[in-house]
């Protein structure tokens, strides 16, 4: 148990963080096969059912399978954060990249844009860019991207920083290697661990990003099986059917647990500034 | 010390206009303009070129940029589309709640977090210290609108007392307010505590791994006063920065929290905003948070220099 659940053996939560991630990515690939009925099959006949045999986590205010709707709320979450990971991870770094390397003017204006995005807290900044494009998936994934960008900028930024002035750079730029030799060569993949450990941490945040905008109204938009909108409408019935609210909210939960212990634990790892 | 705040200040300055200039901007990247949307579904050219010369929206790009920040340096926000009320006011009116939720959830927060993580420092490798970040780890992935609503089941629906939501001004009437503020503070408290938590925790085993610390062991001191005296004053350090930049976490939960708990407040008014896409109000709204936060991290910045002298003569 001490092991399960310890933070001192070195990276130790890989093992359970892996499990829930890999539990969700299961969930999320096999939802037409794992849930018994469809997501979005109304059945007046079967409306806020409990939980029973029947329906595993009940039914809710339309008839439709609780279960198999948290089932494929997986491919809603994970899919927006991975997306909107990715790109906040790409545009990011490269953007941080610019600025440590070539500093000066483009570091001082790139390094300001990426301070405007974090003076205001980051829930926020996404519900004003939600309104300003309009709510569909896309757009949930633009501006969750935006949101989380500036991290990876000031990451990647600081390293390549810190790796500029060391005497392999030097070295390689003594033999006359070009810019984007070095870069590509030398700091991409110096940088990279960092970016790892930071994605995962951050598909954490941006899962519940996505899932607290679509509680909000602003992310996905019905009858899609988001779980944060899956939140939100159970709100009303709380009294006779909190299956409805409940188990949605625990598969965020447990997914987001997932990604913060392997985040956590892949940085005990990996992360070179940690290494004793 | 006076420089260095100076300084900080100055570091603010273009960050500032930069949010200026994207709160500016805003409305703008928007399909369509004001005038389309208070006249949306009527077809009139004439008042909409009289509306547009009216809000100045037929002068240039720049012109308007400084035009909208010469009201806005002199308080004047503009007017809401929906309630035409001054944005400012709409502003003031929702911030009484807003900072009643704000002060408690921190409140409850380094009540609960910081002596959580202290401890579980202290007991390190104990079953408590095990069981508290089990716990921490539970209370950073729980997003404050579940938690809330799991609070909401328990203790109104089926213990059934306390109120679901709404708000009561703590100074008006402090029973009724309190009793409705206990769950949405606890809701965002604890999740804050959890952070806080972890960064307690950590900061503090660094501290007490340093020789100081043996050496006022060495002196016979009691544990107390090594904890509380000389390992205190440095953790605090770390905490403060660390809690500093999440407070923006905070500021952003406590919009989500009023939601679930119907309450009025600044992230709720944001949201009506949004919806109805009420731009001087949006902007306004943005400006303000973006302010504010940079404010609260100017203070952070200022105690982190008042604690830590070596941090004024680095920058």
Redesign the interface.
């Known amino acids: 148990m001490?092991r399960l659940?310890?933070?001192?053996g070195r990276g130790s939560q890989i093992i359970p963080g892996g499990f829930l991630v890999l539990l969700v990515i299961f969930a999320a690939l096999l939802a037409p096969q794992i849930s018994p009925r469809s997501p979005s099959t109304i059945d007046s006949g079967r409306q806020l059912e409990s939980p029973s045999g029947g329906a595993l986590f009940g039914t809710d205010n339309f008839g439709r399978d609780v279960f198999s709707r948290v089932i494929h709320g997986s491919r809603i979450s994970l899919g927006i954060g991975l997306v909107s990971v990715f790109v906040a991870t790409v545009i990011g770094s490269l953007l941080g990249l610019l600025a440590g390397y070539y500093g000066r003017w483009i570091d001082w204006g790139v390094m300001?844009?990426m301070?405007?995005l974090f003076?205001?807290?980051?829930?926020?900044l996404a519900?004003?860019l939600?309104?300003?494009l309009g709510s569909s998936l896309t757009n949930l994934a633009i501006a969750i991207s935006i949101v989380y960008m500036p991290i990876f900028a000031r990451i990647t930024r600081g390293e390549v920083l810190s790796l500029s002035s060391r005497d392999f750079i030097e070295a390689s730029r003594s033999t006359g290697a070009r810019d984007l030799h070095i870069m590509w060569r030398h700091l991409v993949p110096n940088v990279l661990p960092l970016l790892i450990i930071q994605m995962t941490i951050n598909l954490?945040f941006a899962i519940?990003a996505e899932?607290?905008l679509s509680?909000?109204?602003?992310g996905t938009q019905p009858p899609a099986p988001s779980w944060?909108r899956m939140?939100?409408e159970?709100?009303i019935y709380?009294?006779e059917a909190?299956w409805m609210?409940?188990f949605p909210?625990l598969a965020?939960?447990l997914t987001?647990?997932g990604f913060?212990?392997l985040g956590d634990g892949l940085r005990d790892r990996l992360d070179p500034r940690l290494r004793e | 010390m006076y420089v260095f705040v100076m300084r900080r200040i100055l570091f603010y300055i273009?960050?500032l206009i930069?949010?200026s200039m994207?709160v500016f901007g805003?409305a703008r990247?928007?399909p369509g303009d004001v005038v389309d949307i208070i006249l949306s579904h009527v077809q009139m050219p004439e008042q909409a070129a009289r509306l547009r010369s009216l809000f100045g929206l037929d002068k240039a790009l720049h012109e308007q940029y400084f035009d909208w920040l010469g009201h806005t340096l002199r308080g004047d926000l503009g007017t809401s589309l929906f309630s035409g009320r001054p944005v400012l006011t709409e502003i003031w009116t929702a911030l009484g709640p807003t900072m009643e939720l704000a002060f408690t959830a921190l409140l409850i927060s380094v009540l609960v977090g910081i002596p959580l993580g202290v401890l579980a420092a202290v007991k390190?490798?104990s079953a408590l210290d095990?069981a508290s970040?089990?716990v921490a780890?539970?209370g950073?992935?729980?997003?404050v609108?579940?938690s809330g609503?799991?609070l909401?089941?328990f203790f109104s629906?089926w213990l059934n007392v306390l109120p679901s939501g709404g708000y009561e001004s703590l100074w008006s009437s402090p029973v009724q307010g309190f009793r409705l503020l206990i769950m949405p503070a606890l809701a965002l408290g604890l999740n804050f505590a959890a952070l806080l938590m972890r960064v307690t925790r950590s900061s503090f085993l660094e501290v007490l791994r340093q020789e100081y610390i043996s050496t006022a062991r060495a002196k016979g001191l009691s544990e107390r006063v090594v904890l509380f005296k000389h390992a205190m004053r440095n953790a605090m350090i770390t905490i403060m920065t660390v809690a500093g930049v999440q407070l923006?976490?905070l500021?952003?939960?406590s919009?989500?929290v009023e939601?679930?708990f119907m309450r009025p407040g600044i992230?709720r008014l944001?949201?009506t905003?949004?919806?109805r896409?009420d731009y001087p109000l949006?902007q306004g709204l943005?400006l303000f948070?973006?302010i504010t936060?940079?404010t609260v991290n100017l203070i952070v910045d200022v105690m982190y220099a008042v604690a830590d002298p070596r941090i004024r003569m680095k920058i």
Not at chain 1, 5 to 8: A, Q
Not at chain 1, 215 to 218: F, M
Not at chain 2, 140 to 143: A, E, K, L, Q
């Open positions: 001490k659940l310890g933070r001192r300001r844009v301070d405007v003076s205001i807290p980051s829930i926020l519900l004003v939600m309104g300003i954490a519940l899932a607290s509680y909000l109204g602003l944060g939140i939100s159970g709100r709380l009294g909190p609210s409940v909210g965020l939960m987001v647990i913060n212990l | 273009p960050v930069g949010v994207a805003l990247l928007v390190r490798g095990y970040g089990f780890y539970l950073i992935s729980t997003p609108f579940w609503t799991i909401i089941l629906i923006g976490f500021i952003g939960g919009a989500i939601i679930v992230g944001l949201l905003a949004v919806l896409r949006i943005t948070i973006a936060f940079m």
